[in-house]
């Protein structure tokens, strides 16, 4: 079903497109491995005790999506035959048109974290490449892409840059409330790697199991796991929440089972 293409490179991004049938399709992009510190310093304007300690972690090359999974991208795996669960076809809130934009590019949301993994096996299956959900080491440092401010835009944001609910974080201004997701990629403008939207719009899901802080964390970049945790692990902030909550390293979680309108995903595959 789906067919793959290679480019060697696009503005100095290097990336593939899966080819998922019907004109869908999903770009992946080159992270190069490399090794950056993790966590906030403890003098970032409001940050959490849980993104700390600061550590440094060592991560080997990786493709990721360059936009989170778009409500036309779940509709074409949640069609398929299912491999553990099923899946709804169209479960996302937000479901109008976006200033003349098809509703089927906004991401989707209202999804598990059970939801997405079904996903990733089922595109991991039509694709002959072993897809998943980012590690939370892998997803922050896409994020970062090699700075080391609060936002990949430096040390404030702006609603001209992102979707969140337009309350001012530090010497920024005060923007409006959207109240709602964007269709990926609406803010012309991406990280070093090429990634968009990863400040805001939904939070997303990532391998991990919670856990309250970083003392013992793996150096590896490898997805961190708990037999005492019951939760998994979200990054990057929404589209009702406030600024702080959309910092390269912020934090949250939720239940696996849980679906609402502000958690979404993106995908990560080792090699082409």
């Given at each position: 079903m789906a067919k793959l293409i290679i480019h060697k490179k696009e503005a100095?991004?290097?990336?593939?497109?899966?080819?998922?049938?019907?004109?869908?399709?999903?770009?992946?992009?080159?992270?190069?491995?490399?090794?950056?510190?993790?966590?906030?310093?403890?003098?970032?304007?409001?940050?959490?005790?849980?993104?700390?300690?600061?550590?440094?972690?060592?991560?080997?090359?990786?493709?990721?999506?360059?936009?989170?999974?778009?409500?036309?991208?779940?509709?074409?795996?949640?069609?398929?035959?299912?491999?553990?669960?099923?899946?709804?076809?169209?479960?996302?809130?937000?479901?109008?048109?976006?200033?003349?934009?098809?509703?089927?590019?906004?991401?989707?949301?209202?999804?598990?974290?059970?939801?997405?993994?079904?996903?990733?096996?089922?595109?991991?299956?039509?694709?002959?490449?072993?897809y998943r959900l980012p590690t939370e080491a892998e997803w922050e440092y896409a994020c970062r892409s090699g700075t080391t401010t609060p936002f990949h835009f430096g040390e404030t944001i702006s609603t001209e840059l992102a979707n969140y609910n337009g309350s001012a974080y530090g010497e920024g201004v005060e923007g409006g409330s959207r109240g709602q997701t964007t269709p990926v990629g609406y803010f012309k403008v991406a990280n070093n790697f090429g990634l968009s939207d990863m400040h805001g719009n939904v939070r997303e899901w990532c391998e991990d199991d919670w856990h309250d802080d970083y003392e013992n964390a793996p150096t590896d970049g490898k997805a961190w796991f708990s037999e005492e945790s019951r939760n998994k692990l979200t990054r990057g902030g929404s589209w009702d929440y406030n600024p702080l909550y959309c910092r390269s390293a912020i934090r949250s979680d939720s239940f696996r089972d849980v679906r609402i309108g502000n958690i979404g995903f993106r995908v990560v595959c080792i090699a082409p």
């Open positions: 100095k991004t290097k990336y593939y497109t899966e080819d998922l049938g019907d004109n869908i399709k999903l770009e992946m992009i080159a992270i190069p491995g490399g090794t950056f510190i993790m966590g906030s310093p403890t003098e970032e304007l409001k940050r959490f005790d849980d993104e700390g300690p600061q550590h440094q972690v060592t991560v080997p090359s990786f493709y990721i999506g360059r936009y989170t999974i778009t409500q036309a991208q779940w509709k074409a795996m949640a069609e398929l035959e299912p491999i553990e669960k099923e899946l709804e076809l169209d479960p996302s809130n937000f479901k109008e048109y976006y200033e003349g934009i098809d509703r089927w590019q906004r991401p989707v949301e209202q999804v598990s974290w059970d939801d997405a993994k079904e996903f990733c096996v089922r595109l991991s299956r039509e694709t002959d490449r072993e």
